[in-house]
């Protein structure tokens, strides 16, 4: 009995000896420690984004700065399709060219490889702060110009005399500008019938053409954004042939030689050939040698030797020239000349070099002494019209007697035509 009395009240003390305890940890700790609440953050943009220009083909970046991101993600939209592209370091787009990348939680830039003209347009950078906070950039492509096929013109091929337009049609953005020349470096003439190096417009316009507007012109097209490009256009004229005969008499010493030239124009490139007075044509090889060289892009030069001459090759010649859309000749008369016309001009040479020898003192004697300052070169001024005059006194004469007496007769050009 006094054994369970012990036992009751060792447990009544056990329970005191814990609430004790108890009270006196309540004494030492009586307020209760709290974690402070997350600061709340405001993110903003440090910088507006930065407008772009490339070329097409070339890699394209925005960048949009934030700060005080915090907790908070940044995205980049297309705005004109209201794309999602990126949120964060994650590419959304199914495009392979979009990419992103930061620095330090705070840069955010979308890389745009290898641009096409359609990647022109705005695009936004995006905070999803409520409510939202975004800011836009422009994304410019430029293209270089490209001359397209359809409605350029290519070659050409007209009559003389008929109206041409010559068209060149560019694409590129900015719009290209259109700028003609000539490949030769010689101006173009304008229906006023002034004269430049150059003249823009898509059109150019050669009303009446001639054989001088031949040749091939260039369409250059260029808007800025190298390189600029060009076509070449060839303009061919056509037209029948012309004779040009500068020298319509000529003079000749029997058993020497003497050249016939004519000029020709012909476009297509004409057949010259040169005839006798009856229609025969010059055969050439032996005593006959003859040659066309080109002076020109349609014009040649025809000439005809004849070395020696005899009585049988004097007369009148004939140069032909024949494309297919004509043909023209011109007439050159070959007149002998006597020897002694040959004599009387080396003659009248030799008293003419005699009348220059006159020394000053001569002319002092014959003229005074008011001549002493002309000189022999003021003399043979004065000689020299006269002895021309003379001579052709004396050849007009002889050709109307039928024979010609002197070198050579020129009349003016000849110019023949016939389609």
């Known amino acids: 009995m006094q054994a369970t009395s012990s036992l009751r009240c060792f447990h009544t003390c056990a329970i005191k000896v814990v609430l004790l305890l108890i009270l006196m940890s309540q004494h030492c700790n009586p307020q209760r420690v709290e974690v402070p609440a997350e600061v709340i953050v405001d993110p903003k943009f440090s910088s507006p984004i930065v407008n772009m220009t490339a070329p097409v083909g070339r890699d394209a970046f925005l960048t949009c700065v934030v700060q005080d991101l915090g907790p908070y993600k940044v995205a980049w939209?297309?705005?004109?399709?209201?794309?999602?592209?990126?949120?964060?370091?994650?590419?959304?787009?199914?495009?392979?060219?979009?990419?992103?990348?930061?620095?330090?939680?705070?840069?955010?830039?979308?890389?745009?490889?290898?641009?096409?003209?359609?990647?022109?347009?705005?695009?936004?950078?995006?905070?999803?702060?409520d409510p939202m906070k975004s800011q836009m950039g422009y994304l410019d492509v430029v293209v270089p110009p490209d001359i397209l096929d359809y409605p350029t013109s290519t070659d050409m091929v007209v009559r003389e005399g008929s109206n041409v337009t010559l068209k060149c049609a560019a694409t590129g953005s900015p719009e290209p500008t259109i700028t003609w020349r000539r490949e030769s470096g010689v101006p173009i003439e304008l229906a006023s019938g002034e004269e430049v190096l150059s003249i823009e417009g898509t059109d150019l316009i050669i009303p009446n053409v001639r054989r001088h507007h031949m040749g091939a012109y260039l369409c250059i097209a260029s808007n800025g954004v190298p390189p600029s490009v060009s076509k070449r256009i060839t303009l061919v004229v056509h037209f029948p042939p012309m004779i040009t005969v500068q020298n319509q008499l000529i003079g000749a010493v029997e058993g020497k030689g003497v050249t016939l030239e004519c000029e020709s124009e012909a476009y297509p490139k004409s057949i010259n050939y040169w005839t006798r007075e009856r229609g025969e044509i010059v055969p050439p090889g032996g005593k006959y040698s003859a040659n066309v060289t080109e002076i020109g892009g349609y014009r040649n030069s025809m000439r005809l030797h004849i070395n020696p001459l005899t009585q049988a090759e004097f007369g009148a010649y004939r140069c032909v020239a024949k494309n297919s859309l004509g043909d023209t000749d011109g007439t050159i008369k070959l007149y002998r000349i006597p020897p002694n016309a040959v004599n009387y001009v080396e003659n009248f040479e030799a008293r003419h070099k005699a009348d220059l020898s006159l020394s000053a003192e001569s002319i002092d004697s014959m003229y005074g002494s008011s001549a002493s300052g002309m000189r022999r070169q003021d003399l043979g001024g004065l000689l020299l019209p006269v002895a021309v005059a003379m001579l052709l006194l004396l050849t007009t004469a002889m050709a109307m007697a039928g024979e010609l007496r002197g070198s050579q007769m020129t009349l003016p050009p000849q110019r023949v035509t016939r389609v």
Do not use: F
């Not at 096409?116 to 950078?125: A, I, P, Q, R």
């Open 77 to 129: 939209l297309r705005v004109d399709t209201q794309t999602i592209l990126t949120i964060q370091n994650h590419v959304i787009t199914k495009n392979q060219r979009i990419g992103i990348a930061n620095s330090e939680h705070k840069t955010w830039t979308m890389r745009i490889k290898d641009i096409k003209e359609s990647d022109k347009g705005w695009y936004m950078c995006q905070i999803n702060t």
